[in-house]
């Protein structure tokens, strides 16, 4: 079985430009996160969905960040502009419910903003 | 609030050791969830072992266990025999599940295995 795809694995973008990452979940899995994680810490949660809805959004900085996930299946975070603090690793994680469902992720996207 | 705190930034353990990497957590909720995590350089999220707060026995997953002490809120992971391929970061990180459902991760710690 396929795990949680992302694209790209990497991107490299001058300050004040949009960018966009996608994921994938594992199939039938209802729940989806992003997450934000910078160099030398844990992960931080920006959005949650369950299905096409997005349950816990407080995280996310929604002056330039933006999500959506229209069917309930993938999933695309945007960033527009772009800000030399957002260099960080984007991860996907999805599970089959909440609660204490197991989160699986995604490889990531490593952003780099120049 | 909740907090998860990992006070051991690295270590350096022998290969066949055992390893315990430590986590405390804080929340008042009464249930939630505890789950580690590896992270090798490749960068992917791998789950290792999940704890239920109301579960009572310790929870293993082949070579991991999870020694869960809830009176001290403690959470530590216990790596038998360790592989060189264990060496990578390791997160422990907390569900509450109440109306907020928050998940939280501590900042890691880094474990090298050496030869």
């Known amino acids: 079985e396929a795990g949680v795809v992302q694209s790209p694995r990497y991107k490299i973008i001058e300050k004040k430009q949009p960018v966009a990452f996608w994921c994938n979940p594992i199939s039938g899995h209802n729940t989806l996160y992003w997450y934000l994680q910078n160099l030398g810490q844990g992960p931080e949660l920006l959005i949650r969905?369950?299905?096409?809805?997005?349950?816990?959004d407080s995280q996310l900085p929604k002056d330039r960040f933006s999500a959506e996930r229209l069917k309930g299946v993938d999933s695309t975070l945007k960033i527009q502009p772009a800000e030399l603090g957002d260099s960080a690793v984007y991860l996907c994680?999805?599970?089959?419910?909440?609660?204490?469902?197991?989160?699986?992720f995604g490889p990531g996207t490593r952003l780099t903003v120049l | 609030a909740q907090k998860i705190t990992q006070t051991q930034p690295g270590m350096f353990v022998q290969e066949k050791e055992a390893v315990t990497l430590d986590c405390t957590y804080d929340?008042?909720?009464?249930?939630?969830?505890l789950f580690w995590y590896k992270q090798p350089s490749s960068g992917e999220m791998i789950f290792l072992i999940y704890?239920?707060?109301?579960?009572?026995q310790n929870a293993t997953e082949g070579r991991y266990s999870l020694n869960f002490q809830k009176a001290r809120k403690s959470a530590n992971l216990v790596i038998s025999a360790s592989q060189l391929g264990d060496s990578a970061m390791y997160f422990c990180a907390m569900r509450v599940m109440n109306r907020d459902d928050k998940i939280i991760f501590g900042k890691g710690t880094r474990l090298h295995i050496l030869p």
């Open positions: 994680a999805s599970s089959l419910a909440g609660g204490a469902d197991t989160q699986y």
């Open positions: 704890q239920g707060s109301y579960d009572e």
């Open positions: 969905y369950e299905n096409e809805e997005a349950v816990d």
């Open positions: 929340t008042s909720d009464q249930s939630y969830g």
